[in-house]
């Protein structure tokens, strides 16, 4: 395994749309095994192939239950419901914050690193990171649904009042 570079906003290959993955082999698996080194590494939710500078429809996303990366291979979303709004940002965009509504349950159907088709479902962040990672593959950014991004003073304040509601629901 190794640590692959993370590509920044600006780079040409956040905005193409990636091809499918075809071929099951040793060289995907490294790939995915590079990929997960160099998202614990950086401490994210979620990195799509592209975001190492890899046109494949491929993307890890952190599974908050198991704290174990799950692997989404020619991922899509089959079904969404609910409406979650809140802060979101890329390591692709390093330093970035903004406020992003996305669906709160999302469902995906995707292959796994041998090619066996799955279903998977989460909530909250986990729909958010399904969302955000798949976006990725089609040569999007989170930006292009932000009006604007926080401030130092805003992001403090927004995470502030985040811990606050979450300490009046103990």
């Known amino acids: 395994m190794a640590l692959r570079k993370i590509v920044e906003q600006?780079?040409?290959?956040l905005n193409k749309v990636c091809?499918?993955?075809t071929e099951f082999n040793g060289r995907l698996h490294a790939l995915l095994d590079d990929?997960?080194?160099?998202?614990?590494?950086a401490n994210g939710a979620g990195l799509a192939a592209p975001q190492v500078g890899?046109?494949?429809r491929l993307c890890l996303v952190l599974d908050e239950a198991s704290?174990?990366?799950?692997?989404?291979?020619?991922?899509?979303?089959?079904?969404?419901?609910?409406?979650q709004t809140g802060l979101e940002g890329c390591l692709s965009v390093p330093g970035k914050w903004?406020?992003?509504?996305?669906?709160?349950?999302?469902?995906?159907?995707?292959?796994?690193?041998y090619g066996d088709w799955f279903e998977a479902e989460a909530e909250g962040?986990?729909?958010r990171a399904f969302c955000h990672e798949i976006e990725h593959l089609d040569g999007?950014?989170?930006?292009?649904?932000?009006?604007?991004?926080?401030?130092?003073?805003?992001?403090?304040?927004?995470?502030?009042?985040?811990e606050a509601a979450m300490e009046d629901e103990v």
């Not at 600006?10 to 290959?13: F, L, T, Y």
């Not at 903004?98 to 690193?113: C, F, K, L, M, W």
């Open 10 to 13: 600006g780079d040409p290959c």
């Open 19 to 21: 091809r499918p993955v």
């Open 35 to 41: 990929m997960a080194e160099t998202l614990a590494e």
């Open 54 to 56: 890899v046109l494949r």
């Open 67 to 83: 704290e174990e990366y799950l692997e989404l291979i020619n991922p899509e979303i089959i079904a969404s419901s609910g409406e």
């Open 98 to 113: 903004g406020i992003v509504t996305r669906p709160n349950v999302v469902r995906v159907r995707a292959q796994d690193r």
């Open 125 to 127: 962040l986990g729909a």
């Open 140 to 162: 999007h950014l989170y930006v292009e649904h932000v009006d604007h991004f926080l401030t130092e003073d805003e992001l403090r304040a927004y995470l502030e009042a985040e």
